[in-house]
């Protein structure tokens, strides 16, 4: 069974620049996730889907950060525009639905000059 | 917030011997724990989980302990081998709710040969 994908794996990029990452969970996983995992800490969630509705951004900084699962499959988080704290890796998780355990994927790790 | 602390950042034991990680909680409505395996570059791996409902459960050369009335669940790995060096990451959700997962920080474990 395949993992969860994610891409790019490293992107380096200015404060004040675009970027964007993408998730590809698990395939019939119903649940997807996005966490910041900042050096030293553990991760952090950003954003939870359930098919293709949101179940939970509260800790999400939706003036700069914005996330769609449009098809219920595949995700895009982005930041715009990016602040040196935003220097971290982002993980994609996914699982069957919310009450089962989630599996990760290997995480961009984004710096932002 | 933190509610949930691993206040060992790093921990070293010989081949062949007992690893004892632990990890501490605050919030009662947490009934689920996981703990996570993280080698460099790489997504965090599930490893073992428990439930609420019970004290103890096990896997091969892992078992997690979970004492309620303390807050407290620590993880054994016993013979540990070189190959166990990691971060493990502790976490915790209430299944009942959202799911939400809240991870401590991580425990760096260092197996001597």
């Known amino acids: 069974e395949a993992g969860v994908a994610q891409s790019p794996r490293y992107k380096i990029i200015e404060k004040r620049q675009s970027v964007a990452f993408w998730c590809n969970p698990i395939?019939?996983?119903?649940?997807l996730y996005w966490y910041q995992q900042i050096l030293g800490q553990g991760p952090k969630l950003l954003i939870q889907?359930?098919?293709?509705?949101?179940?939970?951004d509260s800790q999400l900084p939706k003036d700069r950060f914005s996330a769609e699962r449009l098809k219920g499959v595949d995700s895009t988080l982005k930041i715009q525009p990016a602040k040196l704290e935003d220097s971290a890796v982002y993980l994609c998780?996914?699982?069957?639905?919310?009450?089962?355990?989630?599996?990760f994927g290997p995480g961009t790790r984004l710096t932002v000059l | 917030d933190q509610q949930v602390k691993q206040n060992s950042p790093s921990l070293s034991v010989q081949e062949g011997r007992i690893s004892i990680l632990n990890c501490d909680y605050t919030n009662s409505m947490f009934d689920y724990f996981l703990w996570y395996k993280k080698y460099p570059a790489e997504g965090p791996t599930f490893l073992i989980s428990?439930?609420?409902?019970?004290d103890k459960n096990e896997d091969g050369r892992f078992t997690v302990f979970l004492n309620k009335s303390a807050k407290h669940l620590s993880l054994h790995i016993v013979p540990s081998q070189p190959g166990d060096s990691a971060v493990y990451f502790c976490?915790?959700?209430?299944?009942?709710?959202?799911?939400?997962?809240?991870f401590g920080a991580g425990t760096r474990l260092t197996v001597k040969p």
């Open positions: 998780a996914s699982s069957f639905d919310r009450a089962n355990t989630q599996y």
């Open positions: 428990i439930s609420s409902i019970k």
């Open positions: 976490a915790a959700s209430a299944i009942l709710e959202n799911n939400d997962m809240r």
């Open positions: 395939s019939g996983h119903a649940t």
């Open positions: 889907f359930q098919n293709n509705g949101v179940v939970d």
